[in-house]
């Protein structure tokens, strides 16, 4: 059974820094691409960040850039966010995914979910 598990979100002011970890089990991890999505409430689920299965290829949505980083650990089967610069529109529950055959930003290219950790960026 294949499980993600999600931790290290919580509360912060603006302008501060969260890390993000996924745990996965129950597959083969290096052979999946991870990605990090985000859902506000009343809002869509949206793309944040993904990772190819060695880590050498990452990709981020424009929102992301220059302020998230994602990395993995093949070694522990986990996945970062690190968060830094983070401000309020940031606030969202922040889900990790694995996709088995090279999914891009769209929710429903991606195989396996965890099951959300809140971030709240306090102003």
């Known amino acids: 059974q294949v499980q993600l598990v999600e931790s290290g979100g919580g509360l912060v002011q603006a302008g501060g820094s969260l890390r993000l970890s996924c745990a996965a089990s129950?597959?083969?991890?290096?052979?999946?691409?991870m990605g990090w999505f985000r859902q506000a409430p009343e809002k869509e689920r949206e793309f944040v960040a993904r990772i190819s299965p060695s880590g050498g290829g990452t990709y981020y949505a424009d929102s992301a850039k220059g302020r998230f980083t994602i990395s993995r650990d093949n070694a522990k089967n986990t996945v970062y966010l690190q968060m830094n610069s983070l401000k309020p529109e940031d606030t969202a529950v922040y889900y990790c995914?694995?996709?088995?055959?090279?999914?891009?930003?769209?929710?429903?290219?991606?195989?396996?979910w965890g099951q959300g950790t809140q971030v709240t960026v306090s102003s």
């Open positions: 995914a694995a996709s088995s055959y090279g999914g891009t930003y769209y929710p429903n290219e991606y195989n396996f």
């Open positions: 129950g597959l083969t991890f290096n052979y999946y691409r």
